[in-house]
Antibody, heavy 117, light 106 residues
């Protein structure tokens, strides 16, 4: 059974940094691309970043490019999202998602990031 | 960026009804279109990929169709657990983009 479990969310002041992690199980981790999608409270879904499986190629949405960094550790089966210079508009539930082909098939339960003073 | 527009934004229906949700892309995306379901307070669940293929375990009352710029998600006979918000998502190119959601209410 595929499982994706996010952690690392919390309350952080504007300008601060936070590192999210996603622990994966139930599939051949290194084979699949992974991504992060966020959802501000009461709003819709927004793609944030993705990373390839074997290639490790990375992609970022414009609002986070230069501030966020996605990485993976295939030996530990973890996906990370380093978030720097956080802004109020980054407040959201952040979901980790696994790719099948070109899009997502499994999602984690999410972790809430609140950026506020 | 490719804009995804869903209609309607909300929809009231009853158990047993047939409902259709539409999604339009601002430019052609061939068949790189997914549909997701999200119940309140829960993670999204992937229902359909490549416009018309059901993800494993998704009931056959769900179906997707379309190509190019116009797509539909149909639920043939609504069940109580189907009342949720539905999103379309294009993955033709980065940045991946989602529709604004369609809230399906009783």
């Amino acid at each position: 059974e595929v499982q994706l479990v996010e952690s690392g969310g919390g309350l952080i002041q504007p300008g601060g940094s936070l590192r999210l992690s996603c622990a994966a199980s139930g599939f051949t981790f290194s084979t699949y691309a992974l991504g992060w999608v966020r959802q501000p409270p009461g709003k819709g879904l927004e793609w944030v970043s993705s990373i390839g499986g074997s290639s490790g190629s990375t992609f970022y949405a414009a609002p986070v490019k230069g501030r966020f960094s996605i990485s993976r550790d295939n030996s530990k089966r973890t996906l990370d999202l380093q978030m720097n210079n956080l802004r109020a508009e980054d407040t959201a539930v952040y979901f980790c998602a696994k790719y099948s082909g070109r899009t997502f098939d499994y999602w984690g339960q999410g972790t809430l990031v609140t950026v506020s003073s | 960026d490719i804009q995804m527009t869903q209609s309607p934004s909300s929809l009231s229906a009853s158990v047993g009804d047939r409902v259709t949700i539409t999604c339009r892309a601002s430019q052609g995306i061939t068949n790189y279109l997914a549909w997701l379901q999200q119940r309140p307070g829960k993670a999204p669940k992937s229902l359909v990929y490549d416009a018309s293929n059901l993800q494993s375990g998704v009931p056959s009352r769900f179906s997707g169709s379309g190509s190019g710029t116009d797509f539909t998600l149909t639920i043939s006979s609504l069940q109580p657990e189907d009342f949720a918000t539905y999103y379309c998502q294009q993955y033709n190119s980065y940045p991946y983009t989602f529709g604004q959601g369609t809230r399906l209410e009783i």
